[in-house]
C-alpha cells in the first residue's frame, strides 16, 4: 500500500535522527553490559559530571546531525521514491490517452531518461493513431457522406420518429420527436419555462409511454410476424401529461442477412408518432353537433306533422289556417338553418379515436392469454370466426374483457366459469362475445359498465364500448344458466394490408450501438463503468450551508451514453432562490438576482431534472456537497435521488494516489482536460464529464472495473468522510 504523498517524506526526514539515537543508546548498553560492577560504576561516575556539564553540547550535535541527514534523505526519498510514482501516474495517462500532457523529465539522470524514453513511445503511439485514424475516416468517407444525407433527410421529415432497441431504450430520434416530447410530455410539476427533454439517447421510452401498451404492440407485432406478414406493425393511442392525445405507429428493425431479412431476427423497434388531439376534438365537436341537430330535428318534425294534421281539418277557418302555415314554413327554415350549420360543421371533420384492423381469431387469443392470467381459468376460444376482422382498440378492449371476467370469476367465489370467447358476425358488425356458466356471477357487485378497469388508466368498460362507436350488454341463455356479455363491435373495411413504414432515415440524435445492449437486465453495482449511462451535473449556490438557508441558483448537467458525451442533451436552468444572492458569490458564479427574478422555483425545477437524470447514474465533482442541496429538497419537491452516485474527486484520488491536490483544476491538468466556463453549473458538469471520462481507463488499470467496485473503493476515501 502507497503512503499518501508527504507522509513519506516526513519519515524520511525524522529516520537518521531516529537511528542515530538508537545506535547511541544500543551501543552504550552494550558496553555497560561488558563491563563489571566496579569498571560500569567507575565510568557512570566519570561521565556523569560530563553529561551535566557538556550534556547539551551532544544533543546540540545530534541535533544537527539530524537535520542534516534528515535533509539528504528527503531529498534522497524524493528523488527515488516519489519521483518514479509520480512518473507512473502520468505514463498510465499518456498511456490511456497520447494527447496527454508529456512527462515532465524531471529528477535523476536515470528517470530522466526514463521519461524521455517514454515521452518518445506516445509520440510514436499518438503517430500511429493518427495515421489509422486518417485512414478510417478516408475509408468511411462513402458511408459517412450517405449518412449526412440520411441524417438530412430526417431532419426534414414531418413525422416525428423514434427508434428503440430490444429493452426499449432510445438509440434515435429526430428534431421533430424532441419537439413533439417536449411540448406534449412535460413532466407532471415542472415549470413551463424550464428546459428539460423527455427522451434523450439511451433512455427508456417506458419513461414516457406506458410499458404495458408497448408490450402490447410488440406482442401484435410478433403475432404478425410469425403469420408471416411482409411489413407486420401495430397503432396505439396513448395520452400525455397534458391531455393530448398521440397516435403511435410501432414496426420492428429487422437484421438483414444476405440480402434478406432474417423474419424473426428483431433488433429494434421504430416509432411514428401524431399529435391528433386536434383531430379528435374536431371529431367530437361534429358529434356534438349532430347530436344536438338529431334532437331538434325531432322536434321541428313534430311541430310540422302537429301543423299538418290541424290543416286537414276542412272546417278549419284562413286565420287558423295561416297560422299553421306559418309553423310549418318557421320550422321548415329553421331546420334549413340548422341543416347548412351542420354541413358547415362537417368540413371540419376529424377522426375518432383511432382504431386498428385485426384478425378477430388474433384478438381472441390475445384475450384468452390475458384471462387465464389474470384469473387462473383458461378460456374456450374455439367458436370463434377465423375470417373475421374488426377495427378495434386492441389493448382497451382486451383490458375490458379482462376486467369483466375477473368480475365473473370473483362473484363465482373460486368455481370454474368455464370461460369461452365466441366471434360472430351480425348484419355488418360483430358480435364478440365472453360467454360463463352461471348467470347469477353476472350481478355480481353491479356497476360493472361503469367500475374503472384499474392500472393506469381511469377508463370503465362503457367507455371503451364508446370509443368503438359499439354496444354493450348482458344477455343471458334462453334455456339453462348461461350468459354472457356480448359486445357489438364494427368490422374492418376490405383490404387488410398493413401500413407501411417509411423509408429508411437517420437523424442528428443516434447512437446505433445501443442496438447491441443486452437484452437483460443486472444489477447496477455488477455493470461495468464503461456499460452505464451518467448524468453528470453540478450546481450554483447562494453559499456554502445548505442547512443553514442557502439555495440552489442553477443546475446544469449533460449526458454520457456508451461512453460519449451528448452534448446536444444538456440540462441548464437558473433558479429563482427566493432569498438574496450574497456580493461574495457574485464574484465567484457571476449570477446576479436580476438573471434568477421570474425563473422557476426549486421545487418546480428538480421534477425535470429528476427525469433528466432517470435510470442514470449520477456523477459530480465534490458531489456530496450538490447531493445535500437535493436531498434537503426532497420534501418541497416531491421527488427523491435515489440512484448511485459517482464522485470524481474520490475517483481522481483512486487514480493517483500520490498526488496532493485533487481540485478540479489539478485534475484537468494532470488529464490534459481544457477547462472551460469555470464556475457556471453546465460548463462545471462539462469539464467533469471529460475528466470522468479520462478516469475509466486509469481505474480499470487498477483493477476498478465495476460500479460496485468503484462505490467501494471510493468509500474508502479521506474526502468521502466529509459531511455537508
Request: glycine share 10%; proline share 4%; hydrophobic share 50%.
Amino acid at each position: 500500500m502507497r503512503l499518501p504523498r508527504g507522509t513519506g517524506a516526513v519519515l524520511a526526514m525524522l529516520l537518521p535522527g531516529l537511528a542515530l539515537a538508537l545506535w547511541l543508546v544500543l551501543g552504550a548498553g552494550f558496553l555497560l553490559m561488558a563491563l563489571d560492577g566496579a569498571a560500569r560504576s567507575a565510568l557512570l561516575g566519570a561521565l556523569a559530571p560530563v553529561a551535566e556539564s557538556h550534556g547539551m553540547v551532544l544533543v546540540l550535535w545530534w541535533v544537527l546531525f539530524s537535520a542534516g541527514a534528515g535533509l539528504l534523505a528527503r531529498r534522497f526519498y524524493v528523488a527515488h521514491a516519489e519521483a518514479p510514482d509520480r512518473l507512473a501516474d502520468v505514463a498510465r495517462v499518456l498511456a490511456g490517452d497520447p494527447s496527454a500532457p508529456h512527462v515532465p523529465a524531471t529528477g535523476p539522470a536515470g528517470l530522466k531518461a526514463l521519461a524521455e524514453v517514454v515521452n518518445d513511445l506516445a509520440a510514436q503511439r499518438r503517430t500511429l493513431q493518427d495515421d489509422m485514424a486518417r485512414l478510417v475516416a478516408e475509408a468511411s468517407r462513402d458511408v459517412a457522406f450517405q449518412r449526412d444525407q440520411l441524417a438530412a433527410l430526417m431532419a426534414e421529415l414531418e413525422q416525428s420518429v423514434v427508434v428503440l432497441n430490444l429493452e426499449g431504450r432510445i438509440l434515435l430520434y429526430n428534431a421533430r420527436a424532441r419537439t413533439l416530447f417536449r411540448r406534449l410530455f412535460r413532466t407532471a410539476g415542472t415549470a413551463e419555462g424550464v428546459s428539460a427533454d423527455p427522451i434523450g439517447l439511451g433512455r427508456s421510452i417506458h419513461t414516457v409511454i406506458d410499458r404495458a401498451l408497448m408490450d402490447h404492440a410488440r406482442e401484435t407485432v410478433e403475432r404478425l410476424m410469425g403469420r408471416g406478414e411482409a411489413r407486420p406493425s401495430a397503432r396505439f393511442v396513448t395520452t400525455t401529461p397534458l391531455g393530448h392525445l398521440v397516435r403511435v405507429l410501432l414496426a420492428p428493425v429487422r437484421a438483414e442477412a444476405g440480402g434478406a431479412m432474417t423474419g424473426q431476427q428483431i433488433t429494434g423497434f421504430v416509432l411514428l408518432l401524431d399529435d391528433i388531439t386536434d383531430e379528435y376534438e374536431a371529431r367530437a365537436r361534429q358529434d356534438r353537433t349532430l347530436i344536438d341537430l338529431n334532437e331538434s330535428a325531432r322536434a321541428s318534425l313534430a311541430a310540422m306533422q302537429a301543423a299538418l294534421d290541424m290543416l286537414d281539418y276542412p272546417d278549419l277557418d284562413a286565420p287558423d289556417r295561416e297560422r299553421f302555415q306559418a309553423v310549418v314554413r318557421d320550422e321548415v327554415m329553421g331546420l334549413g338553418t340548422r341543416l347548412s350549420l351542420a354541413a358547415d360543421a362537417s368540413s371540419d371533420m376529424g377522426s375518432r379515436w383511432p382504431l386498428q384492423d385485426m384478425l378477430g381469431a388474433d384478438l381472441a387469443a390475445a384475450a384468452a392469454r390475458r384471462i387465464a392470467a389474470d384469473t387462473g381459468h383458461n378460456v374456450a376460444t374455439d367458436q370463434v370466426d377465423a375470417d373475421i376482422w374488426l377495427s378495434v382498440d386492441s389493448f382497451a378492449l382486451i383490458g375490458a374483457l379482462a376486467f369483466l371476467a375477473a368480475r365473473v370469476a370473483e362473484a363465482e367465489g373460486g368455481a370454474d366459469p368455464a370461460f369461452a370467447l365466441r366471434l360472430t358476425p351480425a348484419s355488418g358488425r360483430v358480435h364478440l362475445d365472453l360467454a360463463f356458466a352461471d348467470a347469477r356471477a353476472a350481478t355480481g357487485g353491479g356497476g360493472w359498465q361503469s367500475a374503472p378497469m384499474g392500472g393506469t388508466s381511469q377508463l370503465c368498460v362503457r367507455d371503451v364500448v364508446e370509443r368503438h362507436g359499439g354496444e354493450l350488454w348482458l344477455e343471458r341463455a334462453r334455456t339453462g344458466t348461461g350468459a354472457c356479455f356480448r359486445f357489438l363491435l364494427p368490422a374492418a373495411s376490405e383490404g387488410h394490408a398493413e401500413a407501411q413504414a417509411p423509408a429508411e432515415s437517420r437523424p442528428a440524435y443516434f447512437d446505433f450501438d445501443l442496438f447491441a445492449a443486452s437484452a437483460g437486465s443486472h444489477a447496477s453495482d455488477d455493470r461495468l463503468l464503461s456499460d452505464l449511462a451518467y448524468t453528470v451535473f453540478d450546481t450554483e449556490t447562494t453559499g456554502l450551508d445548505p442547512a443553514g438557508g442557502d439555495e440552489i441558483l442553477q443546475i446544469g448537467a449533460t449526458r454520457i451514453v456508451n461512453g460519449r458525451i451528448l452534448a446536444s442533451e444538456c440540462f441548464d436552468q437558473l433558479v429563482d432562490p427566493g432569498r438574496s444572492i450574497p456580493e461574495a458569490g457574485i464574484a465567484v458564479h457571476g449570477i446576479r438576482p436580476e438573471m434568477v427574478r421570474g425563473k422557476p422555483r426549486i421545487g418546480e425545477v428538480l421534477p425535470a431534472f429528476h427525469a433528466f437524470a432517470a435510470e442514470t447514474v449520477l456523477v459530480g465533482h465534490n458531489v456530496a456537497f450538490d447531493m445535500r442541496f437535493l436531498t434537503l429538497k426532497e420534501e418541497t419537491s416531491g421527488v427523491a435521488f435515489d440512484q448511485p452516485v459517482l464522485d470524481t474527486l474520490l475517483l481522481a484520488g483512486l487514480a493517483h494516489p500520490g498526488e496532493e491536490s485533487h481540485s478540479m483544476e489539478a485534475i484537468a491538468g494532470r488529464l490534459g482536460v481544457t477547462v472551460s466556463g469555470r464556475h457556471t453549473a453546465l460548463g462545471d458538469a462539462l469539464v467533469t464529464a471529460d475528466i470522468f471520462l479520462k478516469l475509466l481507463p486509469l481505474l480499470r488499470a487498477r483493477g476498478i472495473r465495476t460500479l460496485g467496485e468503484a462505490r467501494a473503493a471510493a468509500a474508502t476515501s479521506y474526502y468521502a468522510k466529509l459531511k455537508y
